[in-house]
């Protein structure tokens, strides 16, 4: 969030690459008002699977490329597309009450891609200016309210970083 747009972080040697996203993109995201644990990326962490079918690495390997070809090539589409993780968002949608739900809502109120965001519980969706993403807002809320859990929503652009003003 320092370095705004999309940052993709390699950390033996360590190296950061920020990539500009499409000037399409816009983001809503779901904040459920959950308790979670103190701390929470620690459990988020502890409940994915510590061995992988083959597959499934490479389609999640394939889809973060594809992320990245979508940011690098400016589509919106391909990165909404490849918004798919066969790994770790099964293992943590349990963590989430109504999770599905809010993905389902999302994609039918034409969300590009939608996803856990971070280790959760917050969820994000992937759209573009386009397309009515008050809608997609409203849809993620009815999917946590099926859970009877309240959330606020959120709709941005990726961010620029934060600006040093002398």
Do not use: Y
Request: charged letters at 25%.
């Amino acid at each position: 969030s320092l370095l705004g747009g999309f940052v993709v972080v390699k950390t033996k040697p360590f190296d950061v690459i920020r990539l500009e996203p499409p000037k399409d993109l816009v983001l809503c995201v779901a904040v459920p008002k959950l308790k979670v644990p103190k701390k929470k990326t620690k459990v988020a962490r502890a409940v994915i699977p510590k061995t992988v079918k083959l597959s499934d690495l490479t389609a999640n390997l394939s889809n973060a490329a594809n992320i990245v070809s979508g940011f690098l090539l400016k589509d919106s589409d391909l990165i909404g597309r490849s918004i798919q993780d066969v790994i770790v968002e099964p293992a943590r949608k349990h963590l989430i009450p109504g999770f599905s739900k809010v993905k389902n809502n999302a994609l039918s109120a034409g969300a590009l891609g939608v996803t856990i965001s971070g280790a959760g519980p917050s969820v994000i969706a992937f759209c573009k200016k386009s397309q009515n993403v008050k809608k997609v807002a409203k849809s993620m809320e009815k999917g946590f309210s099926s859970a009877k859990i309240d959330c606020d929503t959120i709709i941005c652009k990726p961010s620029m970083g934060p600006k040093i003003r002398v």
